[in-house]
């Protein structure tokens, strides 16, 4: 079946480091939206991605789709405590149902 | 608050027996999704409802079922529980049925400890 691929599942990071998740398809994506799911909370969405090379910033968040629209990558600068939890991608094969990805999870080190 | 209710947040039950969880959507919006969410796991798809009418399949079993009612509200029903069965169960709701431009509200779901 479809499946989208997410690295890496665990990071953790100094405080002030950066972070970078990625995700990848063998196959051409429709689109690709981010979400981002708290310690003990539900995944709340970010951002959607559409276009081929498109990126987008979220004050300290960039997310980036690939060229060929088969992967996509999360990147954070200089982590903060507020940082902490998984990031998901869920990616649209064009069958218009969302596969999330296994999910990254962030733990920062004080 | 994403405006997605569901009950109960907390279930526990014993192997065989029968639950029922329960989702109202945002105002407005016309999908219900159901995901499962085992202990450090991903999110897996289960089932999509539009507007009354089953969506979209996923890795659902056969011991479990769903359906959305007029009001749109969406009830999900495991039967016959397995321990393994244990997890957090999510419920979204978007306002059109296709994943293109379509965001994904997720309720703060119910934890289910099958004992």
């Known amino acids: 079946g479809q499946q989208v691929m997410q690295i890496p599942q665990y990071q953790h990071v100094q405080e002030g480091e950066d972070f970078t998740t990625y995700c990848n398809s063998s196959?051409?994506?429709?689109?690709i939206q981010w979400y981002k799911q708290r310690p003990g909370g539900h995944p709340v969405f970010l951002i959607q991605?559409?276009?081929?090379?498109e990126v987008k910033k979220q004050k300290r968040l960039t997310f980036q789709f690939g060229e060929a629209k088969k992967n996509s990558s999360l990147h954070i600068t200089a982590t903060q405590t507020t940082d902490v939890g998984t990031y998901f991608c869920?990616?649209?094969?064009?069958?218009?149902?969302?596969?999330f990805g296994t999910g990254t999870r962030l733990t920062i080190i004080p | 608050d994403s405006g997605v209710t569901q009950t109960p947040k907390h279930l526990i039950t014993a192997t065989g027996q029968r639950v029922t969880l329960r989702c109202s959507p945002r105002?407005?919006?016309?999908?219900v999704y159901w995901y499962q969410q085992s202990l450090d796991q991903g999110l897996q798809f289960l089932i999509q409802?539009?507007?009354?009418?089953?969506?979209a399949k996923g890795n659902i079993l056969e011991r479990f079922s769903a359906q959305q009612f007029p009001d749109l509200h969406s009830e999900l029903n495991l039967s016959s529980l397995e321990l393994g069965d244990s997890a957090l169960y999510f419920c979204?709701?978007?306002?059109?049925?296709?994943?293109?431009?379509?965001?994904?509200?997720f309720g703060a779901g119910t934890r289910l400890s099958v004992l």
């Open positions: 409802y539009y507007n009354g009418e089953e969506r």
């Open positions: 991605l559409v276009k081929s090379g």
């Open positions: 869920a990616a649209n094969f064009g069958n218009e149902k969302l596969t």
């Open positions: 196959t051409t994506l429709s689109n």
């Open positions: 979204a709701s978007s306002v059109s049925e296709g994943a293109w431009g379509n965001i994904q509200y």
């Open positions: 105002s407005g919006d016309l999908s």
